[in-house]
């Protein structure tokens, strides 16, 4: 079975700096995609960033980029020019690619952003 | 499009009680996901439709839970004889072939209190 591992339970970040969230995973599969998950508080999930396994480019959404480094399972999520609006739980979640739908979640992290 | 919606938003029972959550997917997404998320946790995945068929269980889904998608666009999501261990948030979610089912869209989640 896969497992996504969040090894910080919290972060924070000063307004206008860049931080970098860690996410590790392990699988026997070769094909898959990896997510980055945003949850604000008390506001729905909402998708950051998706990362295919079988692309050796690494995503990127404007400020919101990713570094995926497969054969150390390794997808850390860097936010630049931090916003008060990124205050929120980010969860790193993985998804095989052949035919299991489900999304697998880590613990979160809660990143704070201090004015 | 007003996106996916769950209803309730919050659900405070006693134990023993039978309760019952709806979903309504965004139209015209044919997957819709149920995921339970325990404080400090991340979602955990329930079980999944494809239009009206179930195709996937956890076993975390106890013989106390069942879910149905009777017309393939909402879903209900019942637990009966309810325990202080159901306590958790119940997240819904939706996605379509487009993209090849690649984000899954989430709603708001009910939040279900056992006493």
């Known amino acids: 079975a896969q497992t996504v591992t969040q090894s910080q339970p919290e972060m924070s970040v000063q307004e206008a700096e860049t931080v970098t969230l860690s996410c590790t995973y392990d699988?026997?599969?070769?094909?898959?995609?990896l997510f980055w998950y945003k949850q604000p508080p008390s506001r729905q999930m909402i998708l950051v960033i998706r990362q295919e396994a079988y692309k050796q480019q690494n995503a990127t959404e404007n400020r919101f980029s990713v570094n995926f480094q497969k054969a150390a399972k390794s997808f850390s999520l860097k936010i630049s020019d931090s916003q008060l609006g990124d205050a929120a739980m980010y969860f790193c979640?993985?998804?095989?690619?052949?035919?299991?739908?489900?999304?697998?979640f880590g613990t979160g992290t809660r990143l704070t952003i201090i004015p | 499009d007003t996106g996916v919606s769950q209803d309730p938003r919050h659900k405070i029972t006693k134990r023993g009680q039978n309760v019952t959550f709806r979903c309504d997917p965004i139209s015209e997404h044919n997957r819709l996901y149920w995921y339970r998320q325990t404080l400090g946790q991340g979602p955990e995945f329930l079980t999944y439709?494809?239009?009206?068929?179930?195709?996937?269980k956890s076993r975390l889904l106890s013989d106390r839970f069942s879910a149905e998608r009777p017309k393939g666009s909402f879903s209900t999501l019942e637990i009966q004889r309810t325990e202080q261990g159901d306590s958790a948030m119940y997240l819904c979610?939706?996605?379509?072939?487009?993209?090849?089912?690649?984000?899954?869209?989430f709603g708001p989640g009910t939040r279900l209190t056992v006493l």
């Open positions: 439709f494809q239009n009206e068929a179930q195709l996937e």
């Open positions: 979640a993985y998804r095989s690619a052949g035919g299991n739908e489900k999304l697998t």
């Open positions: 979610a939706s996605s379509s072939p487009g993209q090849g089912y690649n984000e899954q869209f």
């Open positions: 699988t026997s599969e070769s094909d898959y995609y």
